[in-house]
C-alpha cells in the first residue's frame, strides 16, 4: 500500500493571494469579508514577487481587474478615516505594505511600460483621481507616527519607478501635490527614527530633481527658500554622520598610520604558524574597489542642492566657522557647530573619494563633490571665514596611495584642506582616458581660490612645493599623451586653458598670495624643469589657431562651455620665463663646468635673475564666470540621478527586493 505524503503547508496569505493573481474571481462574491480578511493576514513579500516575476507581461495585463481591485482595496484602508482600533492600524499597514510591493514588483518587469502600470493598478480611465487620491492619503500617513515609516517606503518606491525619475509618470502626482513641507516636518520631528528621516531626505531629494529642467518644480523651490534653523541643523548633523561612517570604511581598506618597521613585522609574523593574519587588501585592483564610494553617497545629491540653491544654508556654514572655534557659551554657537564639523567631514570624505576613484561609480561622485567644492569656493564670505584668526582646524587626510602630502601636525585654515583634496584629485587620476572634464572642473575650483586671496591680499601658508610639483606632472602628462588628448578637443581645449590660467595666476599675482619667496622662486624652478612641455603644447596651440583660421579646426570652445578661450597668448609669460632663465642657466653650467646642475644651484641661479625678469601683464586673469547648472551640467545630472536611485533601493530597499 502506497503511503500519501504530507501535504505541503500553505500560509493562509499565499492561498488568497495565488486566487488573485491566478485570474480566479471568487473574491468578488463577498470582497468586503474577502479583503477584511486578506488584509488582516501578515504580508509575504516573497510571494507576491515571485507571483509577478513568474507571471508574463501579457498574462499580468489580461487580469489587470484583479490587480486593479488589490489597487482599489488598498487605497480603501489607507484613506480611511475611522482608524480606532488595532485591527483597523493593522490592516492600513498591511494595505500600505502589499502597495509597496505591488508597485516594486511590477517596476522589475522590463516590459511593462509606465502606462501599462498605470492601468494594471487603477485603469487608465481613473488614473488621475485616484492617484491624486493616492498622494493625497501619502500626505496624511506622513503625519501619524505608526504609518510614517511605511509611507516612506511607499512614497520612495512610487517616485524611484524602475530608476529613471525623470521618465517616471508617478512623479507627476507628486508636483500636484506637493509634499515638500510634510517631508520637511518628517525630518525635524524628534520622534523620527534615522531611517525615516534618511527617507524623507532622499525622497526630497528625488522629487527635487525631477524633470526641474522642463518645468518649475515646487519642491526645489522650498529647498531653495527653506529658513528653519533646526532643521537645516539637523540636516547638517546627518550629513556628517553619513560622511564619517562612509570614511571609515575607507579606512578599513589599509592602515594609514603603519609605519615601514611595522609593515615588515607584521608580514614577517605571518610566517609562523599561529600568528593572526591581517588580510591583504590590494587598493590597487580595481575590483577591491567595486563597493566604493559606498552606497549611502546616493544622498549627496541633497547636499548638493542645499549647498547651490540655498543661500540660508551656506550662510550657517559661514557662521559655523568663524564661531565653533570660540569659547562663548549659548545657543547661537551650539546651533551652528553641526555645520562646522559638517565642512570638515566632507574634506576627509572627499580626499578619501578622490584618491580611490576607481569605476564608473566613483567618477560620478568624485564630480559631485568637486562641484559642491566649486560652489563653496565662489562663496566670498565663506572663503574669508576659512582663513580668518582662529578658525584653524584638523582636517585628516587620506595617506592610503603614495605619495602622500606632508603630514600636518597642527590645526591650519580649511582653505588650505580644499587644496590638498585637489592635489590629491590631480595627483591620483592620471590615465590614459582622462577624466578632462572633471580635471577642468578641479582646476577651477583652484582657480576661484587663488583669484580670492588675490583679490583680498591674502598671504596663505601652504605646502606650495607640493601643488607645483602636480601642476607640472599633470602639465607632463598632457604634453605625453597630446595625441590621445587632443581628439577630443572640445573637452582638452577648455580642460587645458584652465589649467594655463592657473599657472599664469600663480607667475603672474603669486607674489600678492605666497606666504614666503622660497614658493615663489620653487615655482620658477618646476617651469624651468617643464620648459620642454610648455613649447609641445604652445606648439599644438599655434598650429591648432592656424589651422582654425583656415576652417579645419578652432580653438574656442563650445558655446555653452564658460571657460577662457585658449591662444598662444596663455603661454607668453611661460615663455618669458623659459627664455630668460635657460640661458642663465647654460651660461652657469659652462662656468661652473656642470653638466647636471642640483635643485639648489638652479634655485640661486633663479635669485641672482630674478630682478631682471620683465613678465607682460595679464588682464583679468583673476576674473571668472560663476557656476550655473543650467545648460552646462544638465545632461550629467540626469545620469547622476538614475545612479543614486539605483544606489539608494540597492541600500535601503533590500526587504522588498
Known amino acids: 500500500m502506497q503511503q500519501r505524503g504530507k501535504p505541503v503547508f500553505k500560509e493562509k496569505f499565499v492561498e488568497l493571494s495565488e486566487t488573485i493573481f491566478k485570474g480566479e474571481t471568487t473574491f468578488t462574491n463577498d470582497p468586503t469579508t474577502f479583503w477584511d480578511t486578506y488584509f488582516l493576514l501578515p504580508i509575504n513579500t516573497k510571494c507576491i514577487f515571485e507571483f509577478i516575476e513568474t507571471t508574463s507581461e501579457e498574462s499580468l495585463l489580461g487580469r489587470r ?47 511593462l511600460s509606465q502606462f501599462n502600470i498605470i492601468d494594471l493598478l487603477t485603469g487608465l480611465d481613473k488614473a488621475d483621481a485616484s492617484l491624486g487620491k493616492l498622494i493625497s492619503a501619502l500626505d496624511t500617513l506622513l503625519h501619524q507616527q505608526v504609518t510614517k515609516s511605511y509611507s516612506l517606503s511607499l512614497a520612495i518606491t512610487l517616485s524611484a519607478g524602475n530608476d529613471n525619475v525623470n521618465q517616471n509618470s508617478f512623479n507627476g502626482y507628486f508636483m500636484h501635490h506637493d509634499l515638500s513641507t510634510t517631508l520637511f516636518s518628517v525630518i525635524a520631528d524628534d520622534l523620527s527614527s534615522d531611517v525615516e528621516v534618511r527617507n524623507a531626505t532622499m525622497l526630497l531629494a528625488m522629487l527635487s530633481n ?5 518645468t518649475r518644480n515646487p519642491y526645489l523651490h522650498v529647498l531653495s527658500q527653506y529658513k528653519q534653523e533646526s532643521v537645516l541643523e539637523k540636516l547638517a548633523t546627518i550629513y556628517t554622520d553619513i560622511l564619517n561612517d562612509m570614511t571609515r570604511k575607507y579606512q578599513l581598506l589599509k592602515d594609514e598610520d603603519e609605519s615601514i618597521t611595522k609593515s615588515v613585522v607584521t608580514y614577517m609574523s605571518s610566517w609562523f604558524p599561529g600568528s593572526s593574519k591581517t588580510p591583504f587588501i590590494d587598493i590597487d585592483n580595481a575590483h577591491t574597489l567595486i563597493d566604493f564610494p559606498p552606497a549611502d553617497s546616493a544622498m549627496l545629491l541633497l547636499l548638493y542642492d542645499l549647498v547651490n540653491t540655498n543661500p540660508r544654508f551656506i550662510s550657517m556654514i559661514t557662521r559655523s566657522i568663524t564661531k565653533s572655534n570660540n569659547n562663548t557659551s549659548g545657543n547661537t554657537t ?14 576627509t570624505f572627499a580626499s578619501y573619494l578622490f584618491q580611490h576613484n576607481r569605476n564608473d561609480r566613483s567618477f560620478v561622485y568624485t564630480k559631485l563633490v568637486m562641484l559642491i567644492l566649486l560652489r563653496f569656493c565662489e562663496e566670498t564670505r565663506l572663503l574669508t571665514a576659512m582663513v580668518g584668526q582662529e578658525t584653524e582646524q584638523m582636517v585628516r587626510l587620506c595617506r ?24 590629491l584629485f590631480l595627483k591620483h587620476n592620471m590615465r590614459k582616458k582622462l577624466d578632462m572634464a572633471t580635471y577642468k572642473l578641479s582646476l577651477s575650483v583652484m582657480h576661484r581660490i587663488l583669484s580670492f586671496l588675490y583679490k583680498r591680499r591674502i598671504r596663505l601658508d601652504y605646502h606650495w612645493t607640493e601643488l607645483w610639483c602636480t601642476l607640472t606632472t599633470v602639465l607632463h602628462f598632457t604634453s605625453v599623451h597630446l595625441d590621445q588628448l587632443k581628439l577630443k578637443s572640445q573637452e582638452f581645449n577648455p580642460f587645458l586653458a584652465s589649467l594655463l590660467t592657473v599657472f599664469n595666476m600663480c607667475v603672474t599675482h603669486g607674489e600678492v598670495f605666497l606666504h614666503d619667496t622660497k614658493s615663489f622662486d620653487s615655482l620658477f624652478y618646476e617651469i624651468i624643469r617643464s620648459s620642454d612641455d610648455f613649447m609641445a603644447l604652445s606648439h599644438y596651440v599655434t598650429e591648432s589657431s592656424i589651422a582654425g583660421k583656415k576652417g579645419q579646426t578652432a580653438m574656442t570652445t563650445s558655446s555653452s562651455d564658460r571657460s577662457p578661450p585658449l591662444s598662444s597668448n596663455n603661454f607668453a609669460n611661460i615663455r618669458t620665463i ?5 640661458p642663465a642657466l647654460e651660461e652657469g653650467q659652462v662656468a661652473q663646468q656642470i653638466k647636471y646642475p642640483s635643485p639648489d644651484q638652479v634655485m640661486a641661479l633663479i635669485q641672482e635673475h630674478f630682478a631682471t625678469l620683465t613678465l607682460a601683464p595679464m588682464d583679468k586673469l583673476e576674473q571668472f564666470s560663476p557656476y550655473t547648472e543650467i545648460p552646462n551640467e544638465m545632461g550629467y545630472f540626469r545620469y547622476l540621478l538614475r545612479m543614486v536611485v539605483g544606489d539608494y533601493l540597492t541600500w535601503t530597499m533590500t526587504p522588498f527586493l
Open 65 to 111: 481587474n484583479n490587480i486593479n481591485s488589490i489597487f482599489s482595496a488598498c487605497l480603501e484602508r489607507m484613506t480611511a478615516s475611522d482608524i480606532t482600533t488595532a485591527v483597523e492600524q493593522t490592516r492600513q499597514i498591511n494595505a500600505i505594505i502589499l502597495l509597496t510591493c505591488l508597485v516594486r514588483a511590477l517596476f522589475k518587469k522590463k516590459r
Open 210 to 214: 525631477y524633470n526641474k529642467y522642463e
Open 334 to 347: 551650539a546651533a551652528i557647530q553641526p555645520f562646522s564639523k559638517l565642512l570638515v567631514s566632507l574634506l
Open 400 to 423: 592610503q596611495r603614495p605619495p602622500p602630502l606632508p603630514k600636518v601636525k597642527k590645526p591650519r585654515f580649511l582653505l588650505c584642506a580644499i587644496i590638498d583634496d585637489l592635489v
Open 578 to 582: 623659459c627664455n630668460h632663465f635657460k
